[in-house]
């Protein structure tokens, strides 16, 4: 019939580049996200239980790991700064050994210690509770310390207090046992397998939220 649109068959070769298209497209999405925007990690051991077990699979955030977006409390993955990893094996990305995951107790400037008459941790002088993260029946710390965070570093501490290398054991790296920001490659988001383990990596801000600025401390403190 004159008018009517008769459907041309399409080439072998035409189909066979749109089925390219469909595979290929997919996977250029994935492996731009891994490299601008996230990455993904297992973690092969105990010291961040509760929060995360042994065979957890992670996703992380890149577009977080700057001193302007890292808060305390956030779970971060950052590259073996001083040969922790002879202490501990923490956390793996899929393709490297060499990363650790930790949660970040102390910003720039922030003085950490323990532990106050209550048994807690003070950053600046104010106690935190962290009863919301620490795996249940694990003391904040069964070592003392006091330690100022130095410029463009991080104290760390894993939430599995009893069973975790973290900054506490190594204060003799030449560091003091701090993590240099420029070696964060990110910030745990999500727990996306085992899928009865996904969950939303959330940070515990109430934990933080009386907590001072160093600056603020010192400021008020010199006006006394």
Sequence with gaps: MEGSAIPKRRSRSSSVREILLLILIPALI???????VADLYVIPSGSMMNTLQV???????????????????????????????????????IFSSEYLVKRLIGMPGDRVQCCNASGKITINGVAIDETSYIR?????????FDVTVTKDHLFVLG???????????????GANGLVPISDVAGVAKFVYWPLNHFKHLSRPDAVFANVPDRAATSSSSSTK
């Design 55 to 93: 065979g957890d699979r992670i996703i992380t955030s890149k577009l977080s790991p700057t001193p302007f977006s890292l808060k305390r409390g956030d779970v971060i993955v950052f590259k073996d700064p001083a040969n922790w990893l002879g202490s501990e094996s923490e956390g793996s990305s």
């Design 159 to 173: 939430d599995n207090r009893s069973n975790s290398a973290d900054s506490r054991y190594h204060s003799d790296d």
């Design 30 to 36: 994935v492996v731009l996200a891994r490299v601008f």
């Design 136 to 144: 249940p029946g694990v003391a904040p710390s069964s070592m003392t």
